[in-house]
């Protein structure tokens, strides 16, 4: 066991997680795109910044809605299955987005697509969080978790660049959506060929109000695993400038469609190069500590972005966001998910998808707010003071979270 933690590749031995692992990258791919191709043309259509706004709104909504019956339909139903019902139901939307955009479809019914995806979401989110334990064994979870991250952010720079390039030669985000939702059925297909023949202690219980709430009560009682998912929130629903990334790129930078993409790939471009890092590097020893001074960093380069002005310092600054935001990624997920017993885990995953899902759509709301109301640059430069403020907050008052040692040695808390 000792020899698996220190294998950097240890979770691709696996073949139901590789399966998964580039489910997940195909997914997050055509999300990637499609994020850049619904910024560039409703800014092109409306430059709006409230509008660019809205389109975290409509996303959220559902998730907050959703969150207490998605994670029980997780704990309950099967989880493969699941995803791979939301994973279609996503993909139907972003052909759906392809016809309006062809048909210059009205901006109501491209937030109803967005929202109907947003649906999907809710659901496929704590269902393909609490199936990944089922697919490695949990002495591992560490190594998948910083894979899962370099996979993922992988997608996240390969997705923005080559949006910004299809919609610069194209003049058009039609064919963006339609390769999104051809990318999304792919992924379907391979959740479906996951062999997952591990036996799981799934939930019981009927519906009720205490059933449901089950997953706030585990988070709220385990302050270690609260604290690292407020603070992502917060640093996210803060510190986030990806909304306003069109406007950066249009007006402040005057950099193009081109130069949008890479603005979206750079913070993923830092966080892959980091989790590469990670996936080599020996266990953190102090991974509260680590946590903490991450979420800094993040504020601290957001706040540098906001004020630049040059295209190369500017993508510098959103590639060091990335790489510290996954530092945070990485312990929280691994937190989350080790630390709680398999008939929670959707709950619990649900808890945490509203959390980190609200932070990145309000998120995008509260950026386009205050850039309306004061501007880009210092809603971002405030976004990031912010982030910082709330991380000495927390690290005062909950103290277990400085005391967190390695993660590698984290036990499952039994309820």
Not at 109 to 137: H, R, V
Not at 140 to 154: D, G, I
Not at 382 to 408: F, K
Request: aromatic share 8%; proline share 4%; net charge positive.
């Amino acid at each position: 066991m000792s020899d698996q933690r220190h294998d950097p590749y240890a979770a691709w031995r696996y073949r139901n997680y590789t399966l998964f692992a580039i489910a997940r990258n195909l997914l997050m791919l055509g999300s990637q795109m499609q994020s850049v191709a619904i910024g560039w043309e409703l800014y092109e259509r409306t430059s709006s910044a409230l509008i660019l706004g809205g389109v975290g709104l409509v996303q959220v909504i559902p998730v907050i809605l959703l969150t207490l019956p998605a994670g029980h339909v997780a704990d309950r139903w099967n989880r493969q299955r699941t995803v791979f019902l939301t994973d279609l139901m996503v993909a139907l939307c972003s052909f759906g987005l392809a016809v309006l955009s062809y048909t210059h479809g009205s901006i109501f019914l491209i937030y109803t697509c967005l929202f109907l995806g947003g649906i999907a979401k809710a659901f496929n989110s704590p269902a393909s969080d609490a199936l990944l334990p089922q697919l490695i064994p949990l002495e591992v979870f560490s190594n998948a978790a910083t894979w899962n991250s370099s996979v993922f952010q992988l997608a996240a720079v390969l997705g923005p660049a080559l949006g910004g390039w299809m919609i610069a030669v194209q003049k058009s985000a039609t064919r963006v959506y339609i390769i999104d939702g051809a990318l999304i059925m792919i992924c379907a297909g391979l959740i479906a060929a996951i062999q997952n023949n591990k036996s799981v202690r799934l939930s019981t219980q009927t519906p009720s109000l205490k059933t449901l709430v089950a997953g706030m009560n585990f988070v709220w009682h385990n302050k270690v695993i609260f604290a690292a998912i407020a603070l992502d929130m917060f640093a996210v629903l803060l510190g986030g400038a990806t909304a306003l990334l069109p406007i950066f790129a249009k007006d402040i930078l005057q950099v193009g469609p081109t130069g949008l993409g890479w603005l979206r790939a750079a913070p993923a471009i830092g966080a892959l190069m980091m989790a590469v890092t990670l996936a080599h590097l020996p266990p953190m020893k102090r991974a509260g500590i680590a946590l903490i001074w991450s979420v800094i960093g993040f504020g601290a380069v957001t706040i540098i972005f906001g004020l630049s002005r040059s295209f190369e310092l500017s993508l510098v600054m959103l590639a060091l966001s990335g790489a510290f935001d996954n530092i945070s990624v990485v312990i929280r997920h691994t937190l989350v998910q080790v630390r709680t017993p398999d008939e929670l885990r959707g709950r619990v995953s649900a808890v945490n998808s509203v959390f980190i899902g609200t932070s990145n759509e309000l998120g995008s709301f509260e950026s386009g707010l205050a850039a309306a109301l004061f501007g880009p640059t210092l809603a971002v430069v405030g976004g990031g003071i912010g982030t910082i403020l709330v991380v000495l907050v927390i690290a005062l008052l909950l103290p277990e979270l400085r005391r967190l040692g390695p993660l590698h040695s984290v036990e499952k808390v039994n309820i």
